[in-house]
Nanobody, 122 residues
Framework: QVQLVESGGGLVQPGGSLRLSCKAS????????MGWFRQAPGKQRELVAA???????NYADSVKGRFAISRDNPKNTVYLQMNSLKPEDTAVYYC????????????????WGRGTQVTVSS
């Protein structure tokens, strides 16, 4: 059974930075593509960034140049470095395994973690 535990969220001022972490268990982490998703109040969950097992990365247009996804396979952990944060980045952030291909990734696992809240506000 896949377990995903996100952490690192918090309250930050516009222009600030946060680094999110997601530790996965119950999967062979190194062979899985991983993604970060977010869900703002009243909106659908959306993919923010993805990283393949070969460390190829993809980003939503709204975060390109500001966010960076990375992975540490020995630690079964995927990270999301978020810089130049904007109020519209406010959301609950989740990680999950993903399937598909560049520009068309979707969650590969129906089980989600609790997420971590990111609030960008002055």
């Amino acid at each position: 059974q896949v377990q995903l535990v996100e952490s690192g969220g918090g309250l930050v001022q516009p222009g600030g930075s946060l680094r999110l972490s997601c530790k996965a268990s119950g999967i062979i982490f190194s062979i899985n593509a991983m993604g970060w998703f977010r869900q703002a109040p009243g909106k659908q969950r959306e993919l923010v960034a993805a990283i393949t097992s070969a460390r190829s990365t993809n980003y939503a247009d709204s975060v390109k140049g500001r966010f960076a996804i990375s992975r540490d396979n020995p630690k079964n952990t995927v990270y999301l470095q978020m810089n130049s944060l904007k109020p519209e980045d406010t959301a609950v952030y989740y990680c999950n395994t993903v399937k598909g291909y560049s520009g068309n990734y979707s969650p590969a696992n129906g089980s989600w973690g609790r997420g971590t809240q990111v609030t960008v506000s002055s």
